[in-house]
């Protein structure tokens, strides 16, 4: 499916998440373009999994541009609300993509639930799928689990970042450079086992 020097679209129009995958994948040897870049129109996300709207996307993708598709599905589960937003966390940000409102809410549910906003439980899921035209989708999925504070801190990264601090640390992953997060993140777990995939793929193409 890959092999070095091979072309691989990132099925996302979100920005923030193609950097953080470039970054990941940049010691790969492989050729990044992002959906966006391709003019790939964005694919109803129809599943109630992480693991079907990321299939959605990286097989939309692929289909498309006839090339190997990468799509990440990712997003917050707060344990006191029932694990939302979930699959919706970026649908809580609204048309404009607006993450402040989608903060604000959840300290707004919690409170209406009578739960404790500071410190309450929570964790990041990172769904990676691999699609290519005549081949099986693959998937791969890292969890960081953690607690929220508000009023949010720091400005790097993106979405509920500089709400979210991971167990053992005490600065907001907004707070972290990029290569902090990149050593502990949901994402960076979910790469690390495509990166294993792959090293074992290339391995066996050189045989």
């Known amino acids: 499916m890959l092999h070095r020097g091979s072309e691989l679209v990132i099925a996302s129009h979100n920005q923030g998440k193609v950097r953080e995958i470039e970054e990941l994948i940049a010691p790969l040897s492989i050729a990044v373009v992002s ?38 599905d990712s997003g917050l589960c707060v344990s006191g609300l029932g694990d939302a937003p979930g ?8 048309a404009g993509k ?25 964790y990041f899921v990172c769904v990676l799928a691999l699609a290519a035209p005549g081949y099986d989708t693959l998937f791969f999925r890292g969890e960081v689990h953690g607690t929220l504070t ?36 949901h994402r960076a777990i979910a790469f690390a086992q495509f990166v294993a995939y792959l090293q074992e793929t290339l391995k066996a193409a050189a045989v």
Do not use: C
Not at 102 to 113: S, V, Y
Not at 159 to 178: K, L, W
């Open 150 to 185: 508000f009023p949010p801190r720091g400005a790097n990264g993106f979405g509920y970042d500089p709400i979210f601090i991971p167990t053992r640390h005490t600065r907001t992953f907004g707070e972290m450079s990029a290569q902090d997060k990149h050593a502990i993140s």
């Open 87 to 94: 699959i919706y966390s970026a649908r809580w940000a609204g």
């Open 98 to 122: 607006d993450f402040t409102v989608a903060m604000a809410r959840i300290k707004n549910e919690l409170e209406a639930e009578g739960l404790a906003v500071e410190g309450a439980p929570a």
């Open 35 to 72: 959906a966006a870049a391709l003019d790939l129109p964005e694919p109803e996300e129809t599943g109630d999994t992480f693991e079907a709207n990321a299939a959605i996307k990286a097989e939309s993708a692929a289909i498309l541009s006839g090339l190997p598709s990468l799509a990440d």
